[in-house]
């Protein structure tokens, strides 16, 4: 089946610096990326879309500046979280849409980044 | 607005007992239906969708779902519930009509199965 490798797994860093989490797919062409944040016990809170080739769309509230995300490939998407603050700590995980086939109804999700800055 | 519902944040069973997890949506037309599970400090993995057709669809490790129609629910079911299906659950649902493919999220629902 159609599997997303998301790295790392878990980060931890200093305030100011940026940390970038990969997710890759591996064996199919994800259209679109979906990028989410979720906070202990809570479900999950889309922050970012993006299709391949174009600037990501971003949900009301999430600053596009401090949260970079690059899709520049099928296979390839990126969140960078620039100057990291301790309040930007949370557990990230990606969600690709493939865009042909019966997997187009389907999503496949990464395995998550635990980001802590400290 | 579209929303989700999952209106219990726990559910507690025993082993061997009948689960069910509930969810219910608030979505214009006829949208697509799924279910993930979720394990501490992992991604979530996909249990089941309802595209169309039949409305009792079987997915992984013995779970299924019913979609109701009048109802605009599709609980979550498994005849006999194992500890090892203790995690976080998650319905979600893709309006049709959303041309960015985005899925709108239930607020998640924990089950415990007790030995």
């Known amino acids: 089946g159609a599997v997303v490798s998301q790295h790392p797994s878990w980060v931890i860093c200093k305030s100011g610096t940026s940390v970038k989490i990969e997710c890759r797919s591996l064996?199919?062409?994800?259209?679109?990326m979906f990028w989410y944040r979720q906070f202990p016990k809570q479900s999950l809170m889309l922050m970012a879309t993006?299709?391949?080739?174009?600037?990501?769309?971003?949900e009301q509230g999430v600053e596009k500046d401090k949260f970079l995300i690059n899709h520049a490939s099928l296979t390839l998407s990126t969140l960078t979280v620039t100057s990291a603050h301790p309040e930007d700590s949370s557990f990230y995980i990606c969600?690709?849409?493939?865009?042909?086939?019966?997997?187009?109804?389907?999503?496949?999700f990464g395995s998550g980044t635990r980001l802590t800055v400290v | 607005a579209q929303s989700v519902a999952q209106p219990e944040d726990q559910v507690n069973v025993a082993e061997g007992n009948p689960l069910t997890v509930k969810c219910t949506y608030s979505?214009?037309?006829?949208?697509?239906l799924f279910w993930y599970v979720q394990y501490p400090n992992r991604g979530l993995q996909f249990l089941l969708k309802y595209i169309t057709g039949d409305n009792l669809v079987k997915g992984s490790y013995g779970f299924e779902a019913e979609f109701n129609k009048s109802q605009t629910s599709f609980h979550l079911k498994k005849p006999s519930a194992l500890v090892s299906d203790s995690a976080l659950y998650f319905c979600a649902v893709r309006p049709l009509m959303d041309s960015n493919y985005q899925l709108i999220w239930g607020a998640g629902t924990k089950l415990i199965i007790k030995p």
């Open positions: 993006s299709n391949e080739g174009s600037k990501a769309t971003y």
């Open positions: 064996d199919f062409q994800a259209t679109t």
């Open positions: 969600s690709a849409r493939e865009g042909r086939g019966t997997s187009a109804y389907g999503y496949t």
């Open positions: 979505v214009s037309g006829n949208p697509y």
